[in-house]
DNA sequence: TAATGTTTGAAACACTTGTTTTAACCTATC
DNA sequence: GATAGGTTAAAACAAGTGTTTCAAACATTA
């Protein structure tokens, strides 16, 4: 691997880990066995680099995008909620960090914007969350409020989600692998958030 | 107020505000119009300062103790569980600051830990959520597992804190008071997770 | 009032952190 | 091999950040 790449390597564990805020470019540099100006050098700066790793980061298929491919249409709204909510637990309790680097990115975001949260909001996650809400749409039919749709969504993302929360989990469960072990409980769980 | 309760009120905000690490010593300083050696002559510095915000903080009575008081034996769990979520999202989309300050120490804590987060894991959180998990094994009764009771109680807890995401819930729904607006629509839902 | 202890304020200190500079070091092309 | 263009490395820079210093100001009490 080139010089550049195990920079944005780097730059990607660095980030997804400590939020843009707290990311040293000393220790980015450290992890690549770089010098410290070939940050600016490659990429410009700080937050340019920043701006690449978000772009490779939000650009990893995730299980879901996998198995779900091109079959959107032909799929029955349970079906795709489903696997939503199962690859989004997957995620979570991964030991293949590339599922986790999209979320971890977006929760330092949530907790300490950058100056690229407006963009990444816009073009990255407005666009995901729409289609969840297509989806959830179709499920409940034509009757349910906006506001109703909206909710539901939230709720489930907000189900998932909280299973980042490493040090939460484990405090409650006094488990390592807690999610892992039930996630056919946890999704079944989830879902009837949405059915009932 | 003396001075050195001007400093601790205005480094609850700066705390709760930017978390730990983000917080300046400076800005709380100006906030307070105090000069800049005061926090390490009142408080010892920028940790010990912390450790006060955390025992104020923790010590705010939230609507739900006000309400729940010492009926907490006498109360149906259905009952227990309806105000300890209803009274959660009203924290989140509450105008007083007092009520909000808990929960944002206890997300920023999650995603860039303080040097006392074990301390307020110990102390502070994991108690709370063992008197909630109390009630829902009341509510769900001998027969189901401890597992599947842990899952309940974080599904729970989930769905309400994501809800402090503002411009989580600004970008996906458009709107300013989205929970204000839904409160008993959401607390519905979220207490089915729990019933069902 | 005088003496004592407490509080305040300006400056400086030591360290961190993103960026820039400058020279040395390749490597491909003629 | 000489030259030019791209790459690397060490050092320095400027701004930021928590802490310390020390003398002045203030308040308390004998």
New interface residues.
């Given amino acids: 691997m080139d010089r550049k790449n195990k920079i944005l390597h780097a730059a990607i564990d660095e980030f997804t880990d400590?939020?843009y805020?707290?990311a040293r470019v000393r220790d980015i540099c450290d992890k690549a066995k770089a010098n410290l100006a070939a940050i600016n050098y490659y990429f410009g700066g700080k937050e340019a680099l920043y701006h690449e790793v978000i772009e490779f980061v939000f650009n990893i298929p995730d299980p879901f995008d996998l198995v779900v491919k091109d079959r959107t249409q032909e799929m029955k709204p349970e079906e795709y909620l489903q696997h939503w909510i199962e690859s989004f637990l997957e995620c979570t309790s991964s030991e293949n960090p590339l599922y986790k680097y999209r979320y971890k990115i977006i929760?330092?975001e949530?907790?300490?914007?950058s100056p690229l949260?407006p963009e990444i909001?816009e073009h990255k996650?407005?666009p995901r969350?729409a289609r969840l809400k297509e989806i959830v749409r179709k499920l409940k039919g034509g009757q349910t409020t906006e506001?109703?749709i909206?909710?539901?969504?939230?709720?489930t993302?907000?189900?998932?989600?909280?299973?980042f929360?490493k040090?939460?989990?484990e405090?409650?469960?006094g488990q390592k692998d807690?999610v892992g072990?039930?996630i056919k409980?946890?999704a079944g769980?989830?879902i009837?958030?949405l059915t009932?």
């Avoid at 949530?110 to 914007?113: A, G, I, N, R």
């Fill in positions: 400590k939020g805020h707290l929760i330092h949530m907790v300490s914007p949260l909001m996650m407005i969350l506001d109703e909206s909710a539901l969504c939230m709720l993302v907000g189900q998932c989600i909280y299973f929360n040090p939460m989990v405090g409650f469960t807690f072990k039930n409980l946890l769980k989830i009837k958030t009932i």
